[in-house]
């Protein structure tokens, strides 16, 4: 028993000596930015835009008579319109195809199959005067909508960047400052934050059937800002970055 005592007495104070000696080895944390500053630097630009997405929607017809216009025809002579107006090849998609209508259950009873076919082309434009030209040329009653789908612009990428570089350098300068203004100076950047990029488009999407609405739609310049070859309205892009630097 008195060996059993002594044993425990030895092990309790050698954890206890343990436990000292790793609370006194343990190296103490040390904030390396004890004091820091957090700021918001932006930077925005308006540019005219290069590239209009239209999106034209065709659909089979009958004329009156009961003559059918078949959706190859429609493909053909909307195509040559669009080789007419100048437009290239690389220009034009295809957004969708398809074969329905409305009353496919009734024509199904009376045992018919024909169903109208629907195509829907994107046409990218440099400018609304070709837009235009186009409408000249589309076929009313196969035209069953045409809309402005997107706008952006060819060198968007480059803008892009350009403008988070110029937002940083916003923030660091206000940083500066801001930092002058209570006596310290600006250390290093502890954590550059990106949010989400701002963009103002500049026109609200029109849904058309004929020709004269279309060219009413595209010559209302005078609500516009007139460009360089395009009567679109500028879109306005802004980026903002969250910096957060050491103050020394």
Not at 6 to 14: K, R
């Amino acid at each position: 028993i008195v060996m059993k005592k002594l044993l425990l007495t030895v092990l309790c104070i050698y954890i206890i000596s343990g436990i000292a000696i790793s609370q006194t080895n343990a190296p103490s944390y040390i904030n390396p930015y004890p004091k820091t500053i957090a700021v918001t630097g932006s930077a925005e630009m308006e540019i005219i835009p290069d590239e209009i997405f239209v999106q034209v929607d065709l659909r089979e017809y009958e004329k009156k008579g009961g003559h059918k216009i078949d959706i190859e025809t429609i493909k053909d002579k909307f195509l040559n319109a669009c080789k007419a107006t100048g437009i290239p090849d690389t220009s034009i998609s295809i957004a969708s195809y398809q074969g329905m209508d409305r009353l496919y259950w009734l024509y199904k009873k009376r045992k018919t199959r024909d169903m109208t076919s629907t195509i829907s082309y994107q046409v990218k434009f440099s400018n609304t005067k070709a837009i235009e030209s186009l409408i000249e040329k589309l076929d009313d009653e196969a035209t069953q909508h045409f809309f402005i789908a997107r706008i952006s612009h060819s060198r968007m990428d480059e803008f892009r960047m350009l403008l988070k570089i110029q937002a940083a350098k916003a923030a660091r300068d206000k940083a500066g400052y801001l930092a002058e203004a209570i006596g310290e100076k600006v250390g290093e950047a502890i954590s550059i934050r990106e949010p989400l990029e701002k963009t103002e488009m500049p026109f609200q999407n029109f849904d058309l059937a004929s020709n004269t609405l279309m060219r009413k739609q595209v010559n209302a310049g005078e609500s516009f800002e007139k460009g360089e070859g395009t009567d679109f309205k500028k879109i306005k892009i802004k980026f903002e970055i969250s910096t957060v630097f050491a103050l020394k």
